[in-house]
């Protein structure tokens, strides 16, 4: 009943023009994980750590040919944040000094969904093994993928971001 | 007995400074749901493409303040894949006149996580709406996160990519 509830939503939905959001979750099996010497999470200092990534040994062919890019980019899941934590606004790093954002208007973990995306130095492969540089990831995080970074699709060197982040960035 | 033993081989590779990958997949509600003109998959022309991204309406306020960035990061899930498509090594763009790759070397949809990752302009945001140019989605893919983009972060420009893929850019 149900479901033939929903499916009578989808239709209508569909009719007026607009789509439904999907009720049901995406499950995704992680294909490997991150070893580094970091153990509790941290704002900074991710720039110079080295960090293994091991990927399900069945995989590793599916790794072939990443070696001649320089960068990649990582999808993995921040899997120590309980749900309770979750926020809907947030001030950019804890900073009381900065203007509360919508935490889908900055990096935090916080999130919705705990998804993080970054772009790393790729060192070498070995095998199943990837090292890289600049993830910011601590030890034992579950990584759901890793894509080649394309300078022409993902780098956008001039993008627009508000005065308190440029502010912020030039200070670092 | 099947937990106790996980438990055990959890313990063993910590103790040899090993991480096990972990086994249980993460579940990931969408967020929102793309709504565009595209209905069916396509290899290119989607720079011109405009998109809504319609955000579930009680997470209206988790977007405020994303009106500040010129581009946005969108993670989706490729939701129309069948797993039985799922492939270990691909051909680029599907020409057979490409160097054979691993499926993570690649940007293809075949990928053993159903996740596509790019970034886009965000063109303007109403409350739960953002409308975005570029975003290579068809309609009613389920979008699981939204972040902002930041060069300082996201953008290498000087990355480097094989040499096939450079040649197949300057074509284009």
Known sequence: MRALWFRFLDWFSRLRGRRPI?????????????????TAPRMDGWASVRSDIIVREELSH???????????????????????ELKERVRPRGDARLPEQ????????LRPSPLGVSVVRLLRRRNN???VQGLDAIDSTPVLDIKPYYPNYDAVQDAAIPGWARALEAAE
């Open 129 to 131: 093994i990837l090292r």
């Open 102 to 109: 919508g935490v889908l208007a900055t990096r935090s973990q």
């Open 62 to 84: 599916a790794l072939d040919g990443i070696e001649e890019y320089s960068h990649i980019i990582v999808v993995f899941a921040f899997d120590k944040v309980p749900e309770s």
């Open 22 to 38: 999907p009720r049901e979750p995406v499950s995704i099996r992680p294909i490997g994980v991150v070893r580094n010497a970091v």
